[in-house]
Nanobody, 115 residues
Framework: QVQLVESGGGLVQPGASLTLSCTAS????????MSWFRQAPGKERELVAI???????NYADSVKGRFTISRDNVKNTLVLQMNNLKPEDTAVYYC?????????WGQGTQVTVSS
């Protein structure tokens, strides 16, 4: 069973930066896709950024140029660097890992952007 543990969320002001981490119990280089999703109150969960095992990345239009997804294969950690945060980025952020036909989710970490 794969376990994913997110960390790094918090309360910040608009324009600030946060770094989210998702540490896996398995070697992350085995995961074909690892991604970050977010869910704001009253809204559906949405894809924020996705990383493939062959080095391809993609981002939601709303975060392009501000967020960067990366993998640290030594620490088995998926990282989301978030810059220039906006109030509309407020949500619970979830890490997802895909291995063969199975998908695994973390428990989520809250990010609140407010002045």
């Amino acid at each position: 069973q794969v376990q994913l543990v997110e960390s790094g969320g918090g309360l910040v002001q608009p324009g600030a930066s946060l770094t989210l981490s998702c540490t896996a119990s398995h070697t992350i280089s085995n995961f074909k896709y690892m991604s970050w999703f977010r869910q704001a109150p009253g809204k559906e969960r949405e894809l924020v950024a996705i990383s493939s095992s062959w080095g391809h990345y993609n981002y939601a239009d709303s975060v392009k140029g501000r967020f960067t997804i990366s993998r640290d294969n030594v620490k088995n950690t998926l990282v989301l660097q978030m810059n220039n945060l906006k109030p509309e980025d407020t949500a619970v952020y979830y890490c997802k890992a895909e291995l063969n036909s199975d998908a695994y989710w973390g428990q989520g970490t809250q990010v609140t952007v407010s002045s």
